[in-house]
């Protein structure tokens, strides 16, 4: 019998489509621009988008509404990064929330099918003191020789009867809203979305989905619980005040690996490194003889991995996102044990593992003026706004701006949403960073 071959998981690409106009809108996917919240009455902490190193305030790279198959939340992703070169290659650098904002027609579901649980208990109650009362009296008419007493027949089989079997709540679907079924990557150009979803939230309900019973809350869950909450204290007050690049659109396409021979933009930038792949491993040759090679000789950056990471990008080389929760990520050169450390943590919240979600590709850094605003920063630094500080000691701690060979993303595979269902939650969630020289 042959053996089957696994299918590889679909990857979705966000490729540039253009200036955002008028950036107002939470339920789209894109590069740069001003954070978009879901209820912009309670935004985030200053903490989601403060460098950790610097202490200033970060930018927005990248922000996405992904809602998940089944689930109840509005969900939004946002990708921070500082633009100074000297906080790049440093943990806190960069930074990913998830947010959570419940769908109204699921909310209002669940307040309904509470109610509906509250009045069947009050029925249940009532039918119970109605029981024992003509239990009661069945006893009395019982000394009188009455067989039957009274309650007989249908009318006072109340105490010890079978309850009626509930109608299931949520039978009669809600209306769906639109916006919480529409995918990652929804965009106004009606591009093909991430992660298309097949059920609305309130059919979660009718299928027995409900708010779970709450559970006595551990020590542990409670420093959780306060750690989390820190990213609600001192709420980013003007979202317009925080520094942004101009947002751009991103438009959603399947990944396809058979066009390599369609492909019409340069590489240059990559074929340098694979040239110089092949070059070094001719001189290693030379100079080692019939010796066997090792692959540490080779610059760190210059590896299988990135080798692999440069000829899928090949395919579609102006890919700025890659998307696929629960999917393999491209790593960009061979992982460090603190970075597989980060990958397999389990969530801190529930304790679940995380998956792979997302990974930015360093196209980001060719749309993203990054560099032009780290100049700009860097002349008002020049002006006389850092006192006691050479020139040449500014222009190596700006440099170029933020730097990166590609941002990875993992997530709660449980899509936890710690506290009361209606809260608006903001949860931080692990990010790995990989450079040209990693």
Same mark, same amino acid.
């Given at each position: 019998?042959?053996?089957?071959?696994?299918?590889?998981?679909?990857?979705?690409?966000?490729?540039? %489509?253009?200036?955002?106009?008028?950036?107002? %809108?939470?339920?789209?996917?894109?590069?740069?621009?001003?954070?978009?919240?879901?209820?912009?009455?309670?935004?985030?902490?200053?903490?989601?988008?403060?460098?950790?190193?610097?202490?200033?305030?970060?930018?927005?790279?990248?922000?996405?509404?992904?809602?998940?198959?089944?689930?109840? @939340?509005?969900?939004?992703?946002?990708?921070?990064?500082?633009?100074?070169?000297?906080?790049?290659?440093?943990?806190?650098?960069?930074?990913?929330?998830?947010?959570?904002?419940?769908?109204?027609?699921?909310?209002?579901?669940?307040?309904?099918?509470?109610?509906?649980?509250?009045?069947?208990?009050?029925?249940?109650?009532?039918?119970?003191?109605?029981?024992?009362?003509?239990?009661?009296?069945?006893?009395?008419? %019982?000394?009188?020789?009455?067989?039957?007493?009274?309650?007989?027949?249908?009318?006072?089989?109340?105490?010890?009867?079978?309850?009626?079997?509930?109608?299931?709540?949520?039978?009669?679907?809600?209306?769906?809203?639109?916006?919480?079924?529409?995918?990652?990557?929804?965009?106004?150009?009606?591009?093909?979305?991430?992660?298309?979803?097949?059920?609305?939230?309130?059919?979660?309900?009718?299928?027995?989905?409900?708010?779970?019973?709450?559970?006595?809350?551990?020590?542990?869950?409670?420093?959780?619980?306060?750690?989390?909450?820190?990213?609600?204290?001192?709420?980013?007050?003007?979202?317009?005040?925080?520094?942004?690049?101009?947002?751009?659109?991103?438009?959603? *396409?399947?990944?396809?690996? *058979?066009?390599? *021979?369609?492909?019409?933009?340069?590489?240059?930038?990559?074929?340098?490194?694979?040239?110089?792949?092949?070059?070094?491993?001719?001189?290693?040759?030379?100079?080692?003889?019939?010796?066997?090679?090792?692959?540490?000789?080779?610059?760190?950056?210059?590896?299988?991995?990135?080798?692999?990471?440069?000829?899928?990008?090949?395919?579609?080389?102006?890919?700025?996102?890659?998307?696929?929760?629960?999917?393999?990520?491209?790593?960009?050169?061979?992982?460090?044990?603190?970075?597989?450390?980060?990958?397999?943590?389990?969530?801190? @919240?529930?304790?679940?593992?995380?998956?792979?979600?997302?990974?930015?590709?360093?196209?980001?850094?060719?749309?993203?003026?990054?560099?032009?605003?780290?100049?700009?920063?860097?002349?008002?630094?020049?002006?006389?706004?850092?006192?006691?500080?050479?020139?040449?000691?500014?222009?190596?701690?700006?440099?170029?701006?933020?730097?990166?060979?590609?941002?990875?993303?993992?997530?709660?595979?449980?899509?936890?949403?710690?506290?009361?269902?209606? %809260?608006?939650?903001?949860?931080?969630?692990?990010?790995?960073?990989?450079?040209?020289?990693?």
């Amino acid at each position: 019998m042959s053996k089957q071959v696994k299918k590889e998981a679909t990857i979705l690409l966000g490729i540039p %489509d253009g200036e955002i106009k008028d950036d107002t %809108d939470a339920y789209i996917t894109k590069l740069g621009g001003l954070p978009v919240w879901l209820d912009p009455q309670t935004p985030p902490s200053t903490k989601v988008c403060t460098c950790r190193i610097c202490g200033e305030a970060m930018y927005l790279i990248f922000q996405s509404y992904v809602p998940l198959p089944d689930s109840p @939340y509005h969900r939004v992703l946002y990708v921070w990064g500082c633009n100074k070169r000297s906080c790049m290659r440093k943990d806190g650098s960069f930074s990913v929330i998830r947010s959570h904002v419940v769908d109204p027609a699921y909310l209002k579901a669940q307040r309904q099918k509470e109610e509906e649980k509250r009045r069947k208990e009050e029925k249940k109650k009532a039918a119970t003191e109605a029981a024992m009362a003509n239990h009661q009296k069945f006893q009395l008419g %019982d000394v009188w020789g009455n067989a039957t007493g009274f309650g007989s027949g249908n009318a006072g089989t109340g105490f010890g009867m079978k309850k009626a079997p509930a109608t299931p709540f949520g039978a009669t679907p809600f209306g769906t809203v639109p916006s919480a079924t529409t995918p990652f990557g929804a965009t106004p150009f009606g591009t093909t979305p991430f992660g298309t979803t097949t059920k609305t939230a309130a059919s979660v309900v009718a299928g027995g989905k409900g708010h779970q019973p709450k559970k006595k809350t551990t020590v542990d869950e409670k420093a959780l619980m306060e750690k989390m909450s820190g990213l609600t204290v001192d709420p980013i007050e003007d979202t317009l005040s925080l520094p942004h690049f101009p947002g751009h659109y991103l438009y959603i *396409d399947e990944e396809r690996t *058979d066009n390599y *021979d369609a492909m019409g933009i340069d590489m240059s930038r990559y074929k340098e490194y694979l040239d110089m792949e092949k070059d070094l491993m001719m001189d290693v040759e030379e100079t080692w003889g019939g010796e066997t090679y090792e692959k540490q000789h080779l610059p760190r950056g210059v590896d299988k991995q990135f080798k692999k990471f440069t000829e899928r990008v090949e395919c579609a080389p102006s890919q700025c996102v890659r998307y696929g929760f629960g999917a393999q990520p491209l790593f960009y050169g061979s992982l460090q044990p603190q970075q597989q450390e980060k990958m397999t943590a389990p969530c801190p @919240y529930c304790r679940g593992p995380r998956v792979f979600e997302f990974q930015l590709m360093p196209n980001v850094l060719s749309i993203l003026p990054t560099t032009d605003y780290a100049t700009k920063e860097q002349d008002s630094v020049g002006k006389g706004k850092v006192k006691n500080i050479d020139t040449k000691t500014v222009l190596e701690s700006w440099n170029v701006g933020m730097e990166f060979g590609t941002i990875l993303v993992f997530v709660c595979q449980k899509d936890c949403h710690p506290g009361q269902l209606e %809260d608006v939650r903001y949860i931080e969630e692990a990010i790995v960073v990989q450079y040209e020289t990693d």
